[in-house]
């Protein structure tokens, strides 16, 4: 009972959320664009601008790219989709009225795939550098505002992304750390 009634206010806690983010959605064309670019492009521009920094960073190994792709690997490809095996959460344009401004399939929102992808990588450019880590960061987490605003995401599926994501980055890069040298 008790489980019902947590899982109830936390729910209610989460639509309020979301409600407060994506009910700004609509009203401005130009801020509309923005968050569509960054809900939808910016992925791509940090998983190539993080890749070239670690490359570099791990001067020229392709260590960089393997203890990278492991850790997306971990979170986005494993840990992921063994979530969304035993629990679907429908996403918000499918239980609510939203203001949607992104299509989306009907996959199963938490935790994000998109936090999960990226925030590995974002784990293992912090740890190279602190400061370009956190610009990384920044970044990811208005990512994951976009998508909520966008309307395909609770802000619990951004969190639970992102907490995926930061743990196998740096999990697989302790491993690698300890058995690549």
């Known amino acids: 009972m008790l489980k019902i009634i947590i899982n109830l206010k936390m729910s209610n806690w989460d639509y309020l959320i979301f409600q407060k983010i994506n009910s700004a959605a609509g009203s401005m064309r130009w801020c509309d664009q923005v968050m569509v670019f960054l809900a939808e492009y910016l992925m791509y521009i940090l998983l190539v601008a993080g890749l070239i920094y670690l490359f570099f960073a791990y001067q020229k190994q392709l260590k960089a790219l393997i203890v ?12 992921t989709e063994i979530i969304r095996f035993f629990y679907y959460r429908p996403r918000p344009f499918l239980t609510h009225p939203v203001n ?3 299509t989306h399939d009907i996959s ?3 935790p994000s795939g998109h936090m999960t992808f990226i925030f590995p990588l974002i784990a293992l450019v912090y740890l ?5 880590g956190v610009v ?3 970044l990811g987490v208005l990512m994951g505002l976009a998508r909520i605003y966008c309307g395909v995401h609770y802000p ?4 639970a992304g992102i907490i995926i994501g930061v743990f196998c980055g740096w999990f697989v890069e302790k491993i690698a750390t300890k058995n690549l040298k």
């Open 156 to 159: 619990s599926d951004i969190f």
């Open 68 to 79: 990278a792709a492991a850790a997306i690997i971990l979170s986005r490809g494993f840990i």
């Open 128 to 132: 190279k550098n602190k400061k370009l």
């Open 100 to 102: 949607q401004l992104l």
């Open 136 to 138: 990384f960061m920044v």
């Open 108 to 110: 199963g929102s938490f």
